[in-house]
């Protein structure tokens, strides 16, 4: 079965500053990866995918992701935060027919 | 609009009793699932179903049970086995050929 691991369980950022999360997954052949934020109080909804094709893939509100198929990564950046990235981020992989999902990383940031 | 609709949202319950959370969907999704949510362990998956009148268990079935008799419903019962119920639980939905999930907003549960 896949496996996720997300490597920061918190990370606190002052707004500006640049924001990498990582994550990697078990075992290759295809994959689909997955981002997914949970504002606080808000549903748990889908920040960005990668399904095939350009590695680099840019999601919502500045949010973009790596695929290194070599490293079984796909790490999540943001060049610049605000104090509205403030939520929780999971990564996810399909596994046969449910989606497996990372520990969760909480990133606060400071105004 | 189409979604996801758990209820209750907040959920008191005693020791030893067993209780039920609602999950509807109107997005005509085949597939449906259940995840409970602690912090720092991420999403666990309880039970899924890819289709009415089929449920598989998850990697956290314990104490809990599940039916799919129509395709928008899913409803979960934590029942009094289930020996940490205290959580956050998610619902979320799959159209067929994609792998993206669609999730309402969760049911807090405690256990008093």
């Known amino acids: 079965a896949q496996s996720v691991s997300q490597h920061n369980h918190h990370v606190i950022l002052s707004e500006a500053a640049s924001l990498e999360l990582g994550c990697n997954y078990s075992y290759g052949g295809t994959v689909n990866l997955f981002w997914y934020v949970q504002y606080p109080g808000q549903h748990l909804q889908l920040l960005l995918k990668?399904?095939?094709?350009?590695?680099l893939v840019k999601g919502i509100k500045g949010f973009e992701a790596e695929f290194i198929k070599s490293k079984f990564s796909f790490n999540l950046r943001k060049p610049s935060v605000q104090w509205s990235d403030t939520a929780e981020y999971f990564c996810?992989?399909?596994?046969?027919?449910?989606?497996?999902f990372g520990a969760g990383t909480t990133v606060t940031v400071r105004a | 609009d189409g979604g996801i609709t758990q209820s209750p949202k907040y959920l008191f319950r005693k020791e030893g009793q067993n209780v039920t959370l609602s999950c509807e969907q109107n997005l005509n999704h085949d597939a449906m699932y259940w995840y409970r949510q602690d912090p720092g362990q991420g999403l666990r998956l309880i039970y899924y179903s890819q289709i009415v009148n089929d449920f598989q268990k998850g990697d956290i079935a314990e104490g809990y049970s599940v039916s799919r008799e129509k395709k928008e419903s899913f409803p979960l019962t934590v029942t009094s086995a289930q020996k940490n119920p205290t959580a956050f639980y998610l619902c979320?939905?799959?159209?067929?050929?994609?792998?993206?999930?669609?999730f309402g907003a969760g049911s807090r549960l405690t256990v008093l």
């Open positions: 979320a939905s799959r159209g067929s050929g994609a792998n993206v999930l669609t």
């Open positions: 990668y399904f095939s094709g350009d590695p």
């Open positions: 996810a992989v399909p596994d046969d027919y449910k989606l497996s």
